[in-house]
C-alpha cells in the first residue's frame, strides 16, 4: 500500500486569503485525486491531479478556486484560492495503487 | 479535532454481535465497489472492495454482498470490537475510472 502524507495537518485561515495543500507520496503513482469532505458529510471528489497537464475538475469545482499542480508522479499541491467560512472542510489526497485507492490524512482547514 | 459523520445515521451494537451497515449506490454502470473506515481525525481506510462479476467477497471478520438487482451493497462485520467504532463509508467506481462516488456514510458505534 502507498503512504501518503499532507501538509499542513490543520490550519486556521482568514476569508480572502489562500492556502496550498501537499500531497506526497512514498512511491510513484499514475493517478492522484483530491477530495473534500465537509463538516458531518461524506467525500467528495474535486478533481483529478494529471502529471504534465491540467488537473480535470467534476463538476462545482473550478481552477480559479481550486488550482492544482501535478509536477511529478510523486507529488501534487491543491490551493483554497480566497476562501470563505464555507471552504471549512477536510481537504484528502489520494492515490490509486492497482484496484485499490489510498487516502492520506487529510488537511482540516477552518476558515473564519 | 473535529469528529466525522457528526450528522450521519449511526448503528449502535454490543461487542462481540455481528454488525451490517448498508448501502445504496446510483448508478447502475459502477462496476467496482469499496468500503472505507474512517476513524476520526484520519483519512478513510480501505477495507474490502468487490467488482461488479461477484455478489460476494470475504475477508478477515468483513464481508461485502452486492446485490445489482436493487443498487444495494453490504458491509458485514463479524464479532464486532470496540475497535471497529467508526464511520463506514460504501464507494462506487463507474465503468473503466478511478473516480470514486461516496454515499452518505453510517456511524457504527460498539459498546461493551
Known amino acids: 500500500s502507498a503512504v501518503i502524507s499532507q501538509k499542513p495537518s490543520r490550519d486556521i485561515c482568514q476569508r480572502g486569503t489562500s492556502l496550498t495543500i501537499q500531497c506526497q507520496v512514498d512511491s510513484q503513482v499514475t493517478m492522484m485525486f483530491w477530495y473534500r469532505q465537509q463538516p458531518g458529510q461524506s467525500l467528495t471528489l474535486i478533481a483529478t491531479a494529471n502529471q504534465g497537464s491540467e488537473a480535470t475538475y467534476e463538476s462545482g469545482f473550478v481552477i480559479d478556486k481550486f488550482p492544482i499542480s501535478r509536477p511529478n508522479l510523486t507529488f501534487s499541491t491543491l490551493t483554497v484560492s480566497n476562501m470563505s467560512p464555507e471552504d471549512s472542510s477536510i481537504y484528502l489526497c489520494s492515490v490509486a495503487g492497482g484496484d485499490e485507492q489510498f487516502f492520506g490524512p487529510g488537511t482540516r482547514l477552518t476558515v473564519l | 479535532g473535529e469528529s466525522v459523520g457528526l450528522h450521519l445515521p449511526t448503528l449502535s451494537v454490543q461487542e462481540g454481535d455481528n454488525s451490517i451497515i448498508n448501502c445504496a449506490y446510483s448508478n447502475s454502470a459502477s462496476d467496482y465497489f469499496i468500503w472505507y473506515k474512517q476513524e476520526s481525525g484520519k483519512g478513510p481506510q480501505f477495507i474490502i472492495d468487490?467488482?461488479?462479476?461477484?455478489d460476494k467477497r470475504q475477508g478477515q471478520r468483513v464481508t461485502v454482498l452486492l446485490n445489482k438487482t436493487v443498487k444495494h451493497l453490504s458491509l458485514q462485520i463479524a464479532a464486532t470490537q470496540p475497535g471497529d467504532s467508526a464511520v463506514y463509508f460504501c464507494a462506487e467506481a463507474l465503468y473503466n475510472t478511478d473516480k470514486l462516488i461516496f454515499g452518505t456514510g453510517t456511524r457504527l458505534q460498539v459498546f461493551p
Open positions: 468487490i467488482r461488479s462479476n461477484m
